[in-house]
C-alpha cells in the first residue's frame, strides 16, 4: 500500500504514543535488527559493561558485523594501533581497509567490550588471549561467528571468523573443477575403498571440495564419519566428531574409535603425523573409503609428505588412489568484465601460445590438455579478459572465487617408483606423462575461458614448478 509519509507519522504518533519519535527513528531501529543474536547474552553492573551496552555502540557494532555479511567477507580484523582503531575485512581471500569516522576512536574500548559480551568472554580480562562464538542472524541468513582476541601492545586485536551458513553450498559441481577433472575426481571418489587426499595451503578450500565430495556420495545405503578440528558445518546425514586433544581425543585416537561404528566413508581433517596416518592407510586397507588434507604445494609432493611423517612407502603406494591439489583463484567480476590484449611481456613463460614459450618438459608428450589449451589461445587471437572496476566489485575488478585443480590419479608405475622414495619431482614428471594437467595449466585454461586473469594464477601458484 502506498501512503504519504506525513499521514504514517500521524498514525505512528496516535497509535502508538510515541510522541518525540519519528518515523526515520523507527527505521534505525529496524535496522538495529538486522542482527538477532541466537543466545541469550550475560552482562554485570560494571562501567565497562554499562559502556558496552550502550545503543550507539551496539549499533556500531551491529553495524560492523551486517557490513561484512554483506560484502562477503570471510573475517572481519579490528586492530588497535598507535593512532587509533583499524577495521578490515577479508573479501575472496584478500583484506580490505574499510573507512572509518575518526570519532570510532572514541568507542574503541566499548566495541572491544561489546564483542566480548556477544561472544560470552570475561570483558574484565584484557592480558590473556580469548576465544569464542557469537551466534548470530542477519537478515534472516544464520551466521556463525568465531571470535579470537588477542592483548597487543596497543590494545586488544579482534579476528572474527564468519561462517556463513546461509551462503554455503556443497555442490561438487559448483568447486570449478573443468569437465575433465569433474569427471575424474568423480571417479575417484566413487571408488569403495583407499585414499584420496586434497592439499594445498589453509585457505585454499579444501574443506569445501571435501564436503561437497561427501555430499556427492552421501546416500541412505552409506554410512558417513567425519573427525574434524573444528566442526565447521554441521552436515545432515554425516556423523561428525569434533577433536578434542586436553582429552587425548585427537585425529588418530578418534580414528581408531570409528571403525567400531562400522563406516564406509570416513573423512578426516588432515593428516599431520604418523598414527593418523597409519590410521587412515588402515581403514582403507580394511575396506573404508578415507578422505582427508595434507599441507603439500601440488600434488605428486604428497607421497613424499607421508612417507616423510614415518610411514612406509609401500602402504602409502597402494592406499592412495589420488591426490587433488587446489587453489582458490578471485573470479572477474561479471559487470564490468572487457576484453583486453595483454602486454607480452607481462604474459608469464608458461603461458599457452606466448611467443617462444613452447616448452613442454623433456620426454613428454604434451598432455591432452594443453593440446586444448593451445587452440583455445588461438582461438582468442591474444585476447583474454579483465574486470575494469565498478560498484559491485568496489572497484577491484573481481567478484567471487573459484578453484584451480591438479588431479594426480596413481598408477602403477607410480606406486613402483613411491616404493622406491624418489623425489616428488620424479612422480610429478611420471603424472605429467599420464596426463595431469597442473595447477598452472588449470589455472591458464581459466585465464583462456574468461573466469580468471593471469594475475591471479601467478598470485596464487607462486613458487610451484610450472
Ligand atoms: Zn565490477
Redesign the pocket.
Known amino acids: 500500500m502506498l501512503a504519504p509519509l506525513r499521514e504514517i507519522t500521524r498514525l505512528i504518533k496516535q497509535n502508538f504514543g510515541v510522541g518525540g519519535d519519528t518515523v526515520a527513528d523507527l527505521a534505525e531501529q529496524a535496522k538495529n535488527e538486522d542482527v538477532e543474536l541466537l543466545e541469550a547474552l550475560e552482562t554485570d553492573d560494571s562501567e565497562m559493561a554499562k559502556a558496552a551496552q550502550e545503543a550507539s555502540v551496539v549499533k556500531l557494532v551491529n553495524q560492523i558485523l551486517v557490513e561484512a555479511a554483506n560484502e562477503r567477507a570471510s573475517d572481519i580484523h579490528i586492530e588497535t594501533e598507535e593512532q587509533g582503531i583499524r577495521i578490515r575485512y577479508r573479501i575472496d581471500g584478500l583484506l580490505q581497509n574499510q573507512n572509518l569516522p575518526p570519532e570510532i576512536n572514541r568507542f574503541a574500548l566499548a566495541i572491544v567490550s561489546r564483542l566480548k559480551i556477544m561472544a560470552r568472554l570475561n570483558i574484565a580480562e584484557k592480558r590473556l588471549p580469548q576465544d569464542g562464538r557469537i551466534k548470530m542472524k542477519v537478515q534472516g541468513r544464520e551466521i556463525d561467528v568465531r571470535v579470537s582476541i588477542i592483548p597487543m601492545i596497543h590494545g586488544e586485536g579482534i579476528v572474527m571468523r564468519l561462517l556463513d551458513k546461509g551462503r554455503m553450498s556443497f555442490n561438487l559441481k559448483n568447486c570449478g573443477m573443468l569437465p575433465d577433472i569433474y569427471g575424474t575426481f568423480k571417479q575417484v571418489i566413487d571408488r569403495p575403498h583407499g585414499i584420496v587426499l586434497v592439499t594445498g595451503p589453509t585457505g585454499s578450500g579444501k574443506s569445501t571440495t571435501l564436503y561437497s565430495a561427501l555430499n556427492e556420495i552421501k546416500d541412505e545405503v552409506t554410512k558417513i564419519i567425519t573427525v574434524e578440528d573444528p566442526v565447521e558445518y554441521n552436515q545432515a546425514g554425516i556423523s561428525q566428531i569434533q577433536t578434542h586433544a586436553k582429552i587425548g581425543l585427537t585425529f588418530g585416537h578418534a580414528l581408531r574409535s570409528i571403525l567400531r561404528h562400522d563406516p564406509d566413508v570416513i573423512l578426516v581433517g588432515e593428516i599431520r603425523d604418523k598414527e593418523t596416518a597409519e590410521m587412515a592407510i588402515q581403514a582403507s586397507l580394511t575396506g573404508h573409503m578415507v578422505f582427508s588434507t595434507l599441507h603439500t604445494n601440488d600434488a605428486p609432493s604428497a607421497f613424499t609428505r607421508m612417507i616423510d611423517m614415518g610411514v612406509e612407502p609401500f602402504l602409502v603406494s597402494s592406499t592412495v588412489e589420488g591426490v587433488m591439489a587446489q587453489r582458490l583463484v578471485r573470479t572477474i ?1 561479471p ?2 568484465k572487457a576484453e583486453y590484449v595483454p602486454d607480452p611481456d607481462a604474459v608469464p613463460l608458461d603461458f599457452p601460445g606466448r611467443t617462444g614459450s613452447v616448452k613442454p618438459a623433456p620426454d613428454i608428450a604434451i598432455q591432452q590438455g594443453v593440446v586444448e589449451m593451445m587452440g583455445a589461445a588461438a582461438a582468442n587471437d591474444g585476447k583474454l579478459w579483465k ?1 575494469m ?2 560498484r ?2 568496489r572497484q577491484g ?1 573481481y ?1 567471487g572465487r573459484t578453484g584451480i585443480h591438479e588431479l594426480l590419479i596413481n598408477n602403477e608405475v607410480m606406486k613402483d617408483l613411491v616404493v622406491q622414495r624418489v623425489n616428488a619431482g620424479v612422480v610429478r614428471l611420471e603424472a605429467l606423462k599420464a596426463g595431469m594437467i597442473t595447477l598452472r595449466q588449470d589455472g591458464w585454461r581459466k585465464v583462456l575461458n574468461g573466469t580468471t586473469t593471469i594475475d591471479e594464477v601467478t598470485r596464487t601458484t607462486a613458487g610451484d614448478i610450472n
Do not use: I, L, M, Q
Open positions: 567480476c559487470d564490468c574486470g572496476g565498478c559491485a566489485c575488478g567478484r
